[in-house]
């Protein structure tokens, strides 16, 4: 606990998955250059392999990890470790601050734990709501609990400061900062630049698909597996009967994705089906798609700040600015549907570029900066 002859403020940034991960180590390494804090970093391993492509990528080397990634864990189960765990941890840190970010089991944990020691947390990507507490699921539910109690609202938008006003949350505690993916994107972008090698390994399936349009694909939430994954997979199928065009689908390492779309997908001659790709290779994926359809909460904020139009799979979306900018489409789950959208950006080039067009509503890449400054106060 920081005293009057030590103002550091002592703040454990805590999480556990893929996109957590993404977002938060630029704010890492903001809080560990700046002298006005002590930070330590707790990972839960939700996730294991995927956060740890992001950890080693960024350099970020945790305090503690929890390790607590049981194969095909259930909600209630990694619920219980994930309280207990990040519980026990802030018994010994006694931080100042704790610092979640998003809607994961891991954010909503975390932000319980520092709750039940009456700890204040702040909470970055506050805000986001679809309105609907089965899309996405569990992740409405996660955040709008996060954000019922944190002391500080970092909000992306002035959508989602909105969204917490309308909550009755105390304006003076919700704050526009930017989304921190745009800080990782700018990052990840200049990496590469001065490192090409770290996202050379795409090139066999680009040179497999040269002269074809690439589709890049993500598929992961929980409210579409069964149904929903396979209509994902029955639209993949025939838009991959095209000879001009292939899709780039790295894989969730979550089971009940795989188990459908190896299934289905495996040996088609225009779908490369692979393993999930580091930061670099995805952000090379960005780069060379011509579009890309996903459920993913992340890509819908990186696809548009580089051009690319997103279909998104989902029946709502708490991520509203892409759509109202006309970079993002809700096309749902129905495959027919899929398919049709598809193919409408791929045979009408004036619906093509009328999504083509860079926008950035959701930062500017000084997002941790602005955190850390009200971190600080
Ligand atoms: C989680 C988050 C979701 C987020 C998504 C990002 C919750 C409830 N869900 O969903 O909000 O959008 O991450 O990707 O917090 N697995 C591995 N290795 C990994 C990661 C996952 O093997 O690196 C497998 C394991 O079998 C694991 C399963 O995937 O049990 C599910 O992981 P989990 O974090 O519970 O759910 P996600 O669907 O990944
Ligand atoms: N991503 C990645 N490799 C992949 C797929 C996604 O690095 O193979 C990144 C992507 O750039 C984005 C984040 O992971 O920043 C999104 O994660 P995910 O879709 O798993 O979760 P969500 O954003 O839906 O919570």
């Given at each position: 606990m920081s005293t009057l002859e030590s103002p550091v403020r002592n703040i454990v940034t805590v999480f556990g998955t893929r996109p957590e991960a993404i977002k938060l180590f630029p704010l890492v390494h903001t809080l560990e250059a700046d002298e006005r804090f002590d930070s330590r970093v707790l990972v839960t391993g939700q996730h294991r392999g995927m956060l740890d492509q992001v950890l080693e990528i960024a350099g970020v080397t945790p305090h503690h990890d929890l390790d607590v990634m049981q194969p095909n864990q259930s909600l209630d189960a990694l619920t219980a470790r994930l309280l207990t765990g990040i519980g026990s941890v802030l018994d010994t840190e006694q931080p100042d601050w704790v610092v979640v970010q998003g809607d994961t089991a891991t954010a909503m944990c975390g932000a319980l734990a520092a709750y039940y020691r009456k700890i204040p947390v702040c909470h970055v990507e506050a805000g986001l709501r679809s309105g609907d507490?089965?899309?996405?699921?569990?992740?409405?539910v996660n955040r709008k609990v996060i954000g019922s109690f944190a002391a500080l609202h970092a909000a992306p938008t002035d959508t989602s400061a909105a969204a917490l006003h309308r909550e009755n949350v105390d304006p003076a505690i919700v704050h526009v900062t930017g989304n921190t993916v745009i800080d990782a994107l700018h990052w990840i972008t200049a990496k590469v630049e001065a490192e090409p090698s770290l996202a050379w390994d795409l090139a066999d399936v680009e040179e497999r698909f040269a002269g074809k349009r690439i589709i890049g694909v993500t598929s992961h939430r929980r409210e579409n597996f069964g149904d929903g994954m396979r209509n994902i997979a029955g639209a993949i199928k025939r838009l991959a009967a095209r000879e001009d065009v292939a899709l780039i689908f790295p894989v969730h390492l979550n089971p009940n994705v795989r188990a459908i779309m190896n299934a289905e997908l495996e040996g088609l001659d225009n779908v490369a089906l692979l393993e999930p790709l580091d930061y670099p290779h995805f952000a090379r994926l960005l780069d060379i798609c011509t579009l890309m359809l996903?459920?993913?909460?992340?890509?819908?904020?990186?696809?548009?700040a580089l051009g690319k139009p997103v279909l998104v799979m989902r029946e709502t979306t708490e991520r509203p600015e892409g759509v109202e900018a006309g970079t993002a489409k809700l096309v749902g789950t129905d495959e027919d549907t899929i398919v049709r959208e598809v193919e409408r950006l791929l045979d009408d080039e004036s619906a093509y570029l009328a999504m083509a067009k860079a926008h950035n509503p959701f930062g500017d890449g000084k997002s941790a900066a602005r955190i850390a400054d009200l971190l600080a106060r």
């Open positions: 507490i089965y899309h996405p699921w569990p992740e409405e996903t459920d993913s909460g992340g890509v819908q904020e990186e696809a548009p």
